[in-house]
């Protein structure tokens, strides 16, 4: 009977783990994505900003036609055929609170500077990422989403 009981659970457990995949690829990641999960997310593939507004006002024609890269040793490449603009970006968890930090700094003058925040992370899925930045001194809140192609 134990042996039976023991199998009816095993059994259980996998048919509760296969009804629960989906090939849905938008799919969100549970609250509080980990560094890990942010990490291996973003670099799977080439991304494009679908929406980056500053206290209300919407920029995101700024990044029109710009395929964004999230490579290896944080380097950030954001390119449109012609012009190439090269940041560096990370992931960091905040050991004082469950808060996972998107980081991206582009150096220079133009519309690539207005990227550069410490963001936090709206919402994580397979397929997109939103990151919102709370200014200080009541500049409004800044939004930035990024699609993956």
């Known amino acids: 009977m134990r042996n039976y009981l023991i199998m009816l659970f095993m059994a259980a457990g996998t048919l509760v783990t296969f009804?629960?995949?989906?090939?849905?690829?938008?799919?969100?990641?549970n609250n509080g994505p980990s560094r890990a999960q942010v990490e291996q997310v973003m670099q799977g593939g080439d991304w494009r900003?679908?929406?980056?507004?500053e206290a209300g006002t919407n920029h995101t024609d700024y990044f029109t036609n710009y395929d964004f890269t999230f490579g290896l040793s944080n380097v950030l490449t954001a390119t449109n055929g012609t012009d190439t603009q090269v940041g560096i970006w990370s992931v960091d968890d905040d050991d004082d609170d469950d808060d996972v930090d998107f980081n991206i700094i582009f150096a220079g003058a133009g519309n690539f500077s207005e990227l550069t925040e410490d963001w936090d992370i709206v919402e994580l899925t397979t397929t997109k990422i939103r990151l919102r930045?709370?200014?200080?001194?009541?500049?409004?809140?800044?939004?930035l989403t990024f699609e993956k192609n």
Not at 133 to 143: P, R
């Open 19 to 29: 009804s629960s995949c989906d090939d849905d690829e938008d799919n969100p990641i």
């Open 49 to 53: 900003v679908t929406n980056f507004s």
């Open 133 to 143: 930045n709370v200014n200080d001194g009541g500049g409004g809140t800044d939004l």
